[in-house]
């Protein structure tokens, strides 16, 4: 399924920083912020995540973010998983170079 969907993230052939950070989550359950940017090169992953979530949940999956608890407020200590979540049929704002669902 993640290579049946990981295509909504590609620009022609390239796979795109927001395929990276799609991959990285599906393939790594709990992986956290951090790793995230130095695995996918993006500066900001959690706008990255509402993007990539938006375009996901017309297919029934959703990425969530957990807080581990008993550290200081960090955004570096969130965990991130992928998870099934009810179809819905969101808007998304997409770009003319975007893959066309």
């Known amino acids: 399924m993640i ?4 295509w909504l993230f ?3 052939s390239r796979q795109t920083k927001m395929a990276k950070v799609f991959v990285a989550v599906a393939d790594t359950p709990l992986i956290n912020t951090h ?7 993006i500066s900001n992953p959690s706008d990255a995540i509402q ?3 938006k375009k996901l949940m017309n297919h029934g999956l959703m990425i969530m973010r ?3 608890i008993g550290v200081p407020p960090n955004g570096d200590f969130h965990y ?4 099934k979540a009810p179809i819905q049929t969101l808007p ?3 770009a003319d170079n975007d893959p066309r669902i």
């Open 80 to 83: 991130w998983y992928l998870c």
């Open 10 to 12: 590609y620009q022609g």
């Open 51 to 53: 993007a990539i979530n």
């Open 35 to 41: 790793q995230i940017r130095m695995v996918t090169d």
């Open 92 to 94: 998304v704002q997409m």
């Open 66 to 68: 957990e807080e581990p």
């Open 3 to 6: 290579e049946r969907l990981s």
